[in-house]
């Protein structure tokens, strides 16, 4: 049964911690994203071995599997866009509807063993592609298609809040 979608701009934790989670990106830059990731991977494989990983705690909620999917998904996307602002100038971003891609691609069916090792993957993937770029470069700028401005700084901040959010959803 698919998730009501979640509508919500999530860029104001740019600007102020998160509340529900109590991350605060202000210490965050793409040159600190490989060591987050690093200590979160593990934590993530761990959830993906409860044995009710793929139990929703409730009708409104995802599963921890389908979070580590949306999650394995989120890292692919980010690297993806990561390239293009490191590549063009002002960089457009597609829209990501991530509710019809758990639909899509049925997060709620999953192996856990194979998300954790897709997660796992694209996980060191991304942080080796944030750990790679020069500091003159974290300026480059991107647009997402709702008009939100990033630059690779900002957009590093606001993957690692996505990714350390998903982790307090699941209490992973």
């Known amino acids: 049964m698919p998730i009501a979608p979640d509508y919500k701009d999530w860029t104001w934790v740019l600007s102020r911690p998160c509340p529900e989670c109590g ?3 202000s210490a965050c830059t793409p040159a600190t ?11 993530w494989r761990a959830v993906l071995r409860r044995p ?3 139990d929703r705690p409730d009708a409104d909620t995802w599963s921890p599997l389908e979070y580590a999917c949306h999650v394995r998904d989120v890292f692919t996307l ?3 866009r990561l390239g293009l602002m490191l590549t063009r100038d002002d960089a457009r971003f597609d829209d990501w509807d991530q509710d019809r891609t758990a639909i899509e691609q049925d997060y709620q069916s999953a192996d856990p063993a194979e998300v954790s090792a897709a997660l796992t993957a694209e ?3 991304i942080a080796a592609s944030f750990g790679s770029v020069p500091e003159q470069d974290w300026g480059r700028k991107g647009t997402r298609s709702n008009g939100s401005e990033f630059t690779v700084l900002t957009f590093s901040q ?3 809040h996505d990714v350390v959010h998903h982790l307090h959803d699941v209490d992973g």
């Open 23 to 25: 991350f605060d990106v």
């Open 33 to 43: 994203a490989p060591g987050k990731l690093a200590s979160m991977l593990p934590r």
């Open 52 to 54: 009710d990983v793929a």
């Open 78 to 80: 980010f690297d993806h």
């Open 123 to 125: 996980g060191e993937q």
């Open 158 to 160: 606001y993957f690692l």
